[in-house]
Structures are given as structure tokens and as C-alpha cells.
């Protein structure tokens, strides 16, 4: 359990220190997030959104430097003037974008075909330029994966698939053999799914085996059948939760108005118009009941597998987020966004950050005082603002 | 001169994790950094101060690199005020709970002017510089659309089609108008009953119910009722409002997506359907203007457009009696023929 891939680590290991467990401290305020949220959104609607980029680094910063580790917080060096010119560059192609399709539909599938191309660059990219621009200590984080990596990790499972699928369907087809291909739609929706983990496994094992710290590498030990789990099981969660929602509503019929007339009822209703309105209104409200449910257990699951699996250099990461506690976070952070028109957001944010967080440790064996910096080049922020453009999930 | 107040943190030199206990002051504008075994002086301009904020920890950086990190950010900024260092408006404003509350109205207040004002101005700027292709092409989405179910093809004869296109092209040109729109097409509106669209493209489709229904308003013009309807829905189409009534929803609906795009997709969905439904009644007495001027300009009266309206609410209230109830009770929910709008043809057409 304690061996470290990739050889003993360069720096950081005083000899026969134990493993210590620091915690990771976050001493941000909702209030004064708030004030500075507020600011931020007034100077970003009267400047027409250029001054979003300036926003993004006072957030950054705040965020950053209220996340303490061994008495010291972490930083965030991006200038605004890089990600104001990522931000014009992404917005520019989303434009082109939109545009095309209205002009033209096939163009419209050439450009999507090469955003899916482009979308491992833009991976790598963004994370060059997060982790480039964030230290602790004044040692600047780094990221090592090449773009080589990033198609070999993102884009071969989707290529091979692609090329299963087009064989399968030009097999029926050529047998016509409509058998086969009746089948064959489930069998591609249901692959598409069983890839997903498998994509996401090697997003992080890509993210988590090619950042370091300084001169201290990271390692990534998890493996794909562990993302597999988390997914199989939140799959079954969800399964649960909507089957649950149903029984439930079914005893509550019965209860109110006794079987006859529960039975009545239900064929009454069957034959009205509005019945498939109130089953789709049903099916709409067990299919949000389950995302609200699956939602924080996937997510905690998944922060745990991904830190509890990843060391930096010797240092190992302990992390301890609790479902039940990340849900009632979730909802009541949701309850109150709503009934506040959106004010709420800067203090849910807060309280989001300071759980997920404050639920990690850092296992450090030996000396955190005598890690090592490396010189690093300044990275454009396209890939960044794209990625955040589009909503990709590759935080930390 | 007293002495400068002095503040305490940790030096790193970016080279390695280790912290070096040091004392700082400010002197004239540069900072100077003593620790155990070394002394650094750095110019004004030559490190960034941090945003000072109550929570947080307070690093500044240095040009010739390395970092400090303050212990106390009340003795910093003591320490920076006495030498004259001055903070960021933007700082500034997010420190005291009054300004930031002040910044909370002034965002709402410019949020209602942006979408009460500055969009609408805008989209009706940027919306005759969208290609022409666009509009072509959209509108050519429109029609397949109404084409698949709503419509069916018209019952009119070629012959009493060509006549109300002569009719609408003869008013356009005495009212100075540009060369009449290049397609006026005549539907069977099954499912849309007496209705007439601008549509993008310079295209006005008009249902055969409602030649129909203009038929029933007697005048001294042939086609006067008629006639009123397609100069309504030429304004539509000269003033572009389809495509800025596009322009503006997408620009509402990234607006609120960025703004509240966090919380779900629904909180962003509401404020652009909310908008586009208040934008529909500015645009449609846009429209009226046009009409009644462009009437005015052809010696032609509004009274038959106003009457085929108080017709079609008249065939609503007795709704039973009509052949197509849904379809008059749709036209009439998107042109509310209200009292403002009677006034307000009335007194467009009575300008020169």
C-alpha cells in the first residue's frame, strides 16, 4: 500500500518520519464572498462582460487563498489580460459556431466532428493552464501530460467503439438482417454507457498522473473497474430511488382512497386527456428526485476514490466526504439559491467549498518544508476559457 | 518622521517549501523584506500587493521573485496606508456591507435598463447587419415547419392571389415604400385558423381564413381590411423584428445563464420566456405604426383593419358560432386588439 509507482521520490522524505495527517483548512466567508461576488457581477455587466476575466481572478484568488495546508494557503497567478483573450477566442468559435449550423446543417456536423477532435487538446490545454497557474508556498504546481496522451487517453475508446458500431450497422445492413439490427440499438446505447466510466477513469488517471508539485511528481493508483463501481452503483441508487418514489406514491394512493377506489380512480384517469400530462409530470419529478439523490453520492464517491488514490510524491491524500452531509448541503444550498432569486449563490459556494475541502487530508510523510521548484513556461488560456465555456469537468 | 510600522509573515523564494521568519516595512513606497541572514528592498511598482480582504491569506509577490505571505493583514495594510499605497476601487467596494449593497442596486438597477433599453436598441441595430443567408434560411425552417400539419395549401384561385398581390405591391409603392417582399404566400391554415406571419427572409404568410374573414369588412377599397393586415405585417418584417426578437432572447438567455446558469437550468429558461412575451407587445405596436403609416400614405383608412379586429374578438366572444374558434382566439391572443392600440393606429394614421 505505501510503495510509490514510479520509483522513490525526489525530494520531501525526512527518514523515518511517519505519515502525519494535516488537514486542509478553508477559512473563506459566505458574507464576504458575497460583497466581493457582487462587485464582481456590477463591473461585469458595465463592461460588457470584459471584466469577467478580472472577476475570475479575484475569485480564484479568494477561493485559493483561503485553502490552508501546514499553515500556509494555496495561490492563483493567472492574469486577467490571458483569460480575457481566451475568453474572446472561445466565445469567437462558439459564434462561428452557431452561425454555421443556422447557414449551413452539414457544416454544422463538420464543426462538431472537429470541436470532438479538439476536445482532448482543449483538455490538456486547460490543464496546463490551471495547474501552471496555482502554488502553494510560492512552488508552482505543473502539469506533464503531453497532447499525444491526451488523444491515446480520450480518444482511442471512442474511436474503437465508433468503429465497432459502424461495422456492426454496415454488417446488418449489408445482411439486412433487420433482426440484427433491432439488436444492435441497445447494444450501442448500452456500450456508449459502459464507456463512460472508462473515459472518465482515464481522464483523471491523465489528469492525476502528470500533475506535480514543484519537482514532486503525482501518482495516480486508482483503476478503471474502481470508477466502474461508483458508477454501477449509482446507477443502482438511482434504479432504487425511482422504483421507491413509485411505491410509495402508489401505498399513498391506496391509503387516501381505499383499493376500489384507488383502481377507479386510476382508470378514470386513464382515459382523460391530462393523464399523460400527470405521468409525464411524474416520470419528470422521479427522474429530479433521483439526480438530486445520485448527484452528492456520486460526487462524494467519486472525490473520495480520486484523492484517496493520488499522492504527491511521498504524500499521500486522505479523503472523508460523507453523501448524507454533501446532499443536506446540496439541498438546502438549492432551497435557499431559489427562494433568494440567485443571492444565496455566493454563500452556497462557500459552503460547498469549505465541506469538499475540509474532507481531505494530507498523509505527509516527513518534510513539507523542502519541496522543490521547476521552471515553467507561461501558457496561453484558451484551452482554459473553452473548457469553462463548455462546462468541463476537469476541476481539481 | 516615526518610525514605520513593521509587519511580520514568511518569505519563500520559490525555489523550495521552506518558510524564512521575516519583518517588513514599507519605506517611501518600497518594500523592504529583512530576514535572519538577508535584507530585500523592492521598488514601488516592482511587487503586487494583495486584495485585501478580512479572511484569506495576504501574499505578495515580488519581481525578482519569491513571495512574502503576511501573518496579519490589519498591520499590512496599516503599514501600507502610512505610505501612501492605495487600494482598488473594486476592493474597496467589496470590504463595507454598504457598498456592496449599493453595488446589489446598482446590478438590478442596470440589469432592468440593460434588457429594458440597451437590448432592445442594440438588436434593432444589429439586426439589419445579420446576413442575409440567415434570415433566408431560417425562414425557410419556419415554413417547412407550419408546412408540416398546421398548414395546407391554399384554396384560393392563381387569379385572386395574383390580384392581392398586385394590391399589396400598388399600396407599398404609393406609400414609398421598398418593391413589395418576395414571397407573399397563401396558406390553408387547418390548424392556425385566420392568422397572417412575418416571417425572416422578406417572407408574409397569410391564411386563407383570414382573406376570408377580411372579406366580410365592407369598404369603399376592395381588399382595405386585408391590406391593413399585410402593411402590419410588412412592419414585422421592415423592422426586422423576427431576428431581433431572436438577437434579444439569445442574448437574454446567455445573460441568465451566466448569471444564474448555477442553480439549474430551469432558473435560467424563466427569464427568457418572461422577456420574450413582453417583447412581443412593444414589437406588435412597432408594427401598428408602420401599418397606420404606411396606410395613411396610400389613402387608405384604418377603420377596416380596426373593424376586421372587433370582427375576429366579436367571433371569439361567440365562439360557439364559428367554424374555427381555436384559430381566432390564437391570432387575437398575440394581437390583443386593445383600446391603446385602436388609439394608437387612429393617431398614426392621422399624421402626415
Not at chain 2, 219 to 243: T, W
Request: net charge positive; with cysteine.
Amino acid at each position: 500500500m505505501d510503495r510509490v509507482p514510479g520509483g522513490p521520490p525526489p525530494g520531501g522524505m525526512a527518514p523515518g518520519a511517519a505519515g502525519r495527517l494535516r488537514p486542509i483548512v478553508f477559512t473563506g466567508s459566505g458574507g464576504e464572498y458575497f460583497r466581493i461576488w457582487i462587485v464582481n457581477l456590477l463591473l461585469s455587466i458595465l463592461s460588457l462582460g470584459i471584466y469577467s476575466a478580472w472577476a475570475k481572478v479575484r475569485r480564484q484568488r479568494y477561493f485559493h487563498r483561503n485553502t490552508r495546508l501546514a499553515g500556509s494557503a494555496f495561490d492563483y497567478h493567472a492574469r486577467p489580460r490571458t483569460i480575457l483573450i481566451g475568453r474572446i477566442v472561445a466565445i469567437a468559435v462558439l459564434a462561428a459556431f452557431i452561425v454555421a449550423t443556422e447557414l449551413e446543417p452539414l457544416a454544422a456536423l463538420a464543426l462538431l466532428a472537429a470541436w470532438l477532435l479538439a476536445l482532448p487538446w482543449i483538455v490538456h490545454r486547460a490543464l496546463r493552464f490551471r495547474h501552471a497557474n496555482t502554488s502553494w508556498r510560492g512552488i508552482r504546481f505543473g502539469f506533464l501530460g503531453t497532447v499525444r496522451q491526451a488523444y491515446r487517453a480520450l480518444m482511442l475508446p471512442v474511436i474503437v467503439w465508433m468503429l465497432v458500431l459502424g461495422l456492426g450497422f454496415a454488417g446488418a445492413l449489408w445482411h439486412e438482417s433487420d433482426a440484427l439490427l433491432v439488436l444492435l440499438f441497445p447494444v450501442a446505447g448500452l456500450g456508449s454507457y459502459a464507456l463512460l466510466p472508462l473515459l472518465h477513469y482515464r481522464l483523471k488517471r491523465y489528469h492525476h498522473d502528470n500533475a506535480c508539485l514543484g519537482t514532486l511528481p503525482a501518482r495516480f493508483s486508482a483503476r478503471a473497474r474502481m470508477f466502474y463501481g461508483v458508477y454501477l452503483r449509482s446507477a443502482v441508487l438511482a434504479v432504487v430511488v425511482v422504483i421507491g418514489f413509485f411505491l410509495l406514491l402508489a401505498t399513498a394512493i391506496l391509503a387516501i382512497g381505499g383499493i376500489g377506489n384507488a383502481i377507479e380512480t386510476a382508470a378514470n384517469a386513464a382515459r382523460s386527456p391530462a393523464a399523460g400530462a400527470g405521468l409525464g409530470l411524474l416520470g419528470a419529478a422521479a427522474f429530479w428526485l433521483a439526480w438530486a439523490v445520485v448527484r452528492p453520492y456520486f460526487q462524494a464517491r467519486m472525490q473520495n476514490l480520486a484523492w484517496n488514490r493520488t499522492r504527491i510524491g511521498p504524500h499521500r491524500f486522505v479523503s472523508r466526504v460523507k453523501v448524507r452531509r454533501l446532499w443536506a448541503i446540496r439541498m438546502s444550498n438549492l432551497v435557499l439559491v431559489m427562494a433568494t432569486l440567485g443571492l444565496f449563490l455566493p454563500f452556497a459556494a462557500v459552503r460547498l467549498a469549505r465541506y469538499r475541502l475540509e474532507s481531505v487530508e494530507v498523509a505527509a510523510l516527513g518534510d513539507l518544508d523542502r519541496i522543490v521548484g521547476a521552471e515553467r513556461e507561461r501558457i496561453a488560456a484558451i484551452g482554459e476559457e473553452a473548457a469553462d465555456l463548455f462546462d468541463l469537468d476537469i476541476g481539481i | 518622521m516615526t518610525t514605520p510600522t513593521v509587519f511580520f509573515g514568511r518569505y519563500f523564494d520559490g525555489r523550495i517549501s521552506m518558510p524564512v521568519p521575516v519583518a517588513m516595512r514599507f519605506d517611501a513606497g518600497a518594500l523592504v523584506v529583512v530576514a535572519p541572514d538577508f535584507e530585500r528592498r523592492e521598488a514601488r511598482g516592482r511587487y503586487r500587493l494583495p486584495e485585501r480582504t478580512e479572511h484569506g491569506q495576504p501574499i505578495l509577490h515580488l519581481a525578482g521573485g519569491g513571495q512574502v505571505e503576511a501573518d496579519d493583514v490589519g498591520a499590512l495594510w496599516r503599514a501600507a496606508r502610512e505610505s501612501g499605497l492605495r487600494e482598488t476601487p473594486a476592493s474597496l467596494m467589496s470590504q463595507r456591507w454598504s457598498l456592496a449593497l449599493l453595488a446589489l442596486v446598482l446590478t438590478i438597477a442596470s440589469l432592468y435598463a440593460g434588457y429594458r433599453w440597451v437590448l432592445p436598441w442594440a438588436a434593432g441595430v444589429a439586426a439589419p447587419l445579420m446576413p442575409a443567408a440567415i434570415e433566408r434560411s431560417l425562414g425557410k425552417e419556419a415554413i417547412a415547419w407550419l408546412d408540416d400539419g398546421l398548414t395546407e395549401p391554399t384554396r384560393l384561385p392563381a387569379a385572386r392571389q395574383e390580384q392581392i398581390r398586385a394590391r399589396f405591391a400598388r399600396m407599398l409603392e404609393r406609400a414609398g415604400e421598398a418593391p413589395a417582399p418576395e414571397v407573399l404566400l397563401f396558406r390553408s391554415g387547418s390548424g392556425l385558423g385566420a392568422n397572417a406571419f412575418a416571417l425572416p427572409g422578406r417572407t408574409i404568410l397569410v391564411t386563407d381564413e383570414l382573406v376570408e374573414a377580411a372579406g366580410e369588412i365592407g369598404s369603399a377599397v376592395p381588399d382595405e381590411a386585408l391590406l391593413g393586415v399585410l402593411a402590419h405585417e410588412y412592419g414585422h418584417m421592415r423592422e426586422h423584428h423576427l431576428m431581433r426578437r431572436m438577437l434579444k432572447l439569445s442574448v437574454l438567455a446567455v445573460a441568465a445563464s451566466a448569471i444564474w446558469g448555477d442553480i439549474g437550468t430551469l432558473a435560467a429558461v424563466v427569464p427568457t420566456v418572461l422577456g420574450g412575451l413582453d417583447y412581443t407587445r412593444e414589437l406588435e405596436r412597432d408594427a401598428d405604426r408602420v401599418a397606420a403609416r404606411i396606410l395613411a400614405a396610400a389613402d387608405l383608412s384604418v377603420e377596416p383593419l380596426i373593424a376586421l379586429f372587433g370582427l375576429l374578438r366579436g367571433e371569439e366572444l361567440d365562439e360557439a358560432a364559428t367554424d374555427h374558434p381555436a384559430g381566432w382566439r390564437r391570432y387575437l391572443r398575440t394581437h390583443p386588439m386593445t383600446g391603446e392600440r385602436i388609439e394608437l393606429l387612429r393617431a398614426g394614421a392621422r399624421q402626415p
